[in-house]
């Protein structure tokens, strides 16, 4: 471990030495996708939530990101190269992202893989060789799905093997989740607003303190206080809503409740996206009287919004887990799970948007 991490060292010294053209976050030839604050670390791109993407189109042979030190753990797509995971390790604010690259203009997409609640992850900007710059702001997708849930769509525990009896950012992988695969498939920007343990009216096992996800969801960070998020920055065409595992987990859970959180939180997206489509989803969890109630809670909000006269609200369900696909750690969804929640809901919103 001491000589992989010296070799690390080594090896970006000699890329820095040569990559001595700094490009501040803030340059207007990056586009960004996700809950980003430039007030929290003025000069800099600040989140909190996984998914958060930074995209760019730059010239030269080499790539080097700065951020703060220990902030997680990236996904680094460079041209048509396969997709390579990051870490960036502690004391560590300069991490490679390519080299050896050919002469020419190269398109870089980064992707946060981690809820980053506690690690606060700020990018600063790119090195890039000497003299080089960015070319242009790459063109994004028009498509906009945001997902909004709870551990699942965080994507806790996909690259576990079922054994593993407690959380590990290692193992967590937004880029595999059944929400970026499907973001992917339908060629859409995805924005996240999703926590770990986190429920419509109480989050797991029985708690209800304030941080429940219609508190949380007016602001830029996981927090009930402080920046706001300014929903003109975003404006999504789908809202997909995977919630509910949390407030049915442990102990005796309050249907009514539940429900009537549905229907209040359905008024707010309507609120902030008048024309998108909202899609209520949930699990994948096994076939039981809990994943019963809360699809009963769905068709409740359903049935509340096109008494008002809103019809563009629905539920898809995807295929319970009955374990015959594995496990990943703590008993979250695999990965081939997470591929087949994919594959459902890219032909459920294919159908109600007329998306090829």
């Known amino acids: 471990m001491r000589k992989t991490f010296f070799t690390i060292l080594l090896a970006l010294a000699c890329l820095t ?99 980053g ?22 063109i994004l997708p ?60 109480r989050n797991y096992a029985g708690k209800i303190p304030d941080e429940i996800m219609p508190n949380i969801y007016p602001h830029t960070f996981y927090t009930t206080s402080g920046e706001l998020w300014d929903f003109s920055r975003f404006q999504a065409d789908v809202v997909c809503v995977n919630l509910g595992c949390n407030d049915t987990s442990v102990g005796k859970y309050d249907k009514e409740r539940l429900t009537q959180a549905f229907k209040d939180f359905t008024i707010t997206l309507r609120e902030h996206y008048p024309h998108a489509k909202i899609v209520y989803i949930i699990g994948a969890i096994r076939t039981s009287k809990r994943l019963l109630d809360i699809q009963e809670a769905h068709d409740a909000a359903i049935a509340d919004a096109a008494s008002r006269g809103d019809y563009e609200v629905y539920r898809m369900d995807f295929t319970p887990d009955d374990g015959s696909l594995g496990s990943g750690a703590v008993g979250h969804p695999s990965m081939r799970r997470h591929a087949l929640m994919a594959e459902e809901l890219t032909a459920f919103l294919r159908g109600i948007t007329g998306w090829e």
Not at 178 to 188: E, H, I, K, S
């Open 117 to 138: 609640l506690y690690k606060k992850p700020t990018f600063h900007g790119l090195f890039l060789d000497d003299g080089c710059h960015l070319v242009e702001r790459p």
């Open 17 to 115: 030495a040569g990559a001595t053209t700094f490009i501040p976050a803030t340059d207007s030839a990056f586009a960004y996708v996700g809950r980003i604050s430039w007030e929290a670390n003025p000069g800099a791109a600040t989140w909190t939530y996984p998914g958060v993407q930074v995209h760019a189109i730059f010239t030269g042979t080499s790539a080097a990101m700065k951020t703060n030190a220990d902030c997680g753990y990236f996904m680094v797509e460079v041209d048509n190269l396969e997709p390579r995971k990051v870490k960036v390790e502690k004391g560590q604010t300069n991490t490679i992202l390519a080299r050896g690259l050919g002469n020419g203009n190269h398109r870089l997409t980064l992707t946060y893989l981690i809820e």
């Open 142 to 201: 028009e498509r906009r799905i945001e997902f909004i849930g709870n551990s699942i769509t965080c994507g806790y525990g996909i690259e576990g093997n079922g054994t593993e009896k407690k959380f590990l950012f290692s193992q967590q992988n937004f880029y595999q989740t059944y929400a970026a695969r499907t973001a992917r498939a339908l060629g859409a920007q995805c924005q996240v607003c999703a926590r770990s343990g986190i429920g419509i009216y």
